[in-house]
């Protein structure tokens, strides 16, 4: 059982302030009764209707967001943040992991915590690839230093996959997420990072026909993709 103002709210339906409005203002009907309780406690199957139109509750929501650059990777704040471009219908969820502002790309936004938790937890080293464009040409010793792994400063980072496409660009497979660290490996290459793009996150795949700033639902098979921990 869950609250029905919960259950709007979570679905994408309003703020829980706008859907309680919605329920006492009699929009809402469940198993074809009108509720204008927001506390009613209802079954997760049940059939509910939101001003003439079916909605089917979902307790965990996913979307995928291609974020341009210049945004950063939070919820809310004083400069532009990824939420920024995400519609109210799309309520509660949040970035799983960051990507810098500069840096494009994949972005799983979700209200699973556990999944989250899965995916971002480093005991696990899910893959991150990213398409990179640097200024220098990038080596074969170069490409070998990255393949047994780069210490930086203070910090080692684990053996990363870089697959060239030309002189100095390619794809590069991370198994962790250190801050900058894309930047940071090729910093200690005597290189510099001029674009960064994610492309896959474990087997999510950024959608090729989305473009800069828009967003859609995971398909079914993506998100059982995500949560297999094989």
């Known amino acids: 059982m869950i609250r029905l103002d919960k259950a709007l709210a979570s679905m994408g339906e309003g703020t829980r302030t706008q859907v309680k409005q919605m329920i006492k203002a009699g929009l809402v009907q469940v198993n074809g009764v009108i509720i204008r309780n927001p506390d009613t406690k209802i079954a997760e199957d049940s059939e509910i209707v939101l001003d003439g139109r079916p909605v089917v509750y979902q307790k965990y929501v996913y979307w995928m967001l291609n974020k341009p650059a210049g945004?950063?990777?939070?919820?809310?704040?004083?400069?532009?943040?990824?939420?920024?471009?995400?519609?109210?219908?799309?309520?509660?969820?949040?970035?799983?992991?960051?990507?810098?502002k500069d840096t494009a790309g994949l972005l799983l936004l979700t209200n699973d915590g556990p999944l989250g938790h899965q995916l971002l937890s480093p005991k696990h080293h899910v893959e991150?690839?990213?398409?990179?464009?640097?200024?220098?040409?990038?080596?074969?010793?170069?490409?070998?230093?990255?393949?047994?792994?780069?210490?930086?400063?203070?910090?080692?980072?684990?053996?990363?996959?870089?697959?060239?496409?030309?002189?100095?660009?390619?794809?590069?497979?991370?198994?962790?997420?250190?801050?900058?660290?894309?930047?940071?490996?090729?910093?200690?290459?005597?290189?510099?990072?001029?674009?960064?793009?994610?492309?896959?996150?474990?087997?999510?795949v950024l959608d090729p026909d989305l473009k800069e700033g828009e967003y859609r639902p995971l398909t079914k098979e993506e998100i059982r993709g995500l949560q297999d921990q094989d």
């Open 128 to 204: 991150k690839e990213y398409y990179v464009k640097v200024k220098n040409p990038v080596s074969e010793q170069d490409i070998e230093k990255m393949k047994a792994g780069i210490k930086e400063g203070e910090d080692l980072f684990l053996p990363a996959v870089y697959h060239p496409l030309d002189e100095t660009s390619g794809h590069i497979i991370l198994q962790e997420g250190k801050f900058h660290e894309v930047k940071r490996i090729f910093l200690a290459l005597d290189n510099e990072v001029l674009y960064l793009q994610r492309v896959r996150m474990k087997n999510l």
């Open 71 to 100: 945004y950063i990777t939070a919820t809310e704040g004083r400069e532009p943040v990824v939420m920024d471009l995400i519609d109210q219908q799309v309520h509660g969820v949040y970035p799983v992991g960051r990507l810098d």
